[in-house]
């Protein structure tokens, strides 16, 4: 069975600007959770996806909003980019059970804010 | 005073010598404690998930929680250069992720 996918791998961006950061779960499952990750901060939760829908959301600003469509895929954004949103962007996907057992994390996406 | 600690680490030691990582919470409603490994550019995979205080081993790693203490360790015996990698710890109040919190993550560094 494929793994979780996260497109690009790479990205740099200039303040301002916005970003689209794509995640394919693993083929079954339904939850997609986003997490940021950098030196200073460590790893934290972002917002988790359920069916479509914002099932949890951790303590970020507006600034970052995702989605999930019908095939369980994900897409973050982030507008109005800052140099303080440098970071590796992780989606994990997880059945339908939702607890960290089952949890499955993608190789992440690295995003540079010049 | 952040939630989890971790030390940063970089621990180095050779090639089949026992490895202690150890963390330390400050919330006393954790109850669910879990160690991840995280290779160079990947994302973290689970290694390994208790719930409350005592030992779970899983063949080479054996995971120990205090909750009277608030600590958490993660002992690898018979340390190989595979096992070089970033290692979280991770607590949450409940069975969901959405609460979990992470420390930093120690860099361990095995030597052949």
């Known amino acids: 069975k494929a793994g979780v996918t996260q497109t690009p791998r790479y990205l740099i961006k200039t303040r301002g600007q916005q970003v689209t950061l794509s995640c394919s779960p693993i083929?079954?499952?339904?939850?997609v959770s986003w997490y940021q990750q950098t030196p200073g901060q460590g790893l934290q939760f972002l917002f988790e996806?359920?069916?479509?829908?914002?099932?949890n959301k951790g303590n970020f600003p507006g600034r970052f909003s995702g989605r999930q469509f019908s095939n369980s895929r994900s897409e973050m954004n982030v507008s109005t980019l800052e140099l303080g949103d440098s970071a590796l962007y992780l989606c994990a996907s997880s059945d339908s059970g939702g607890t960290q057992e089952t949890q499955y994390f993608g190789p992440g996406t690295r995003l540079l804010v010049l | 005073q952040k939630e989890v600690e971790q030390d940063p680490g970089p621990l180095s030691v050779p090639e089949g010598a026992i490895v202690s990582l150890n963390c330390t919470y400050s919330n006393s409603a954790f109850q669910y404690f879990m160690w991840y490994r995280q290779y160079s550019r990947k994302g973290p995979e689970l290694l390994m998930y208790?719930?409350?205080?005592g030992n779970k081993e899983d063949g080479r790693f054996t995971a120990q929680v205090d909750k009277s203490s608030k600590y958490i360790s993660l002992f690898i015996r018979d340390s190989q250069p595979s096992d070089s990698a970033t290692y979280l710890c991770a607590t949450s109040r409940e069975r969901g992720y959405s609460t979990l919190t992470f420390g930093k993550g120690t860099m361990l560094l095995v030597s052949p």
């Open positions: 208790t719930y409350s205080s």
């Open positions: 083929s079954g499952h339904r939850s």
């Open positions: 996806y359920f069916s479509e829908t914002q099932r």
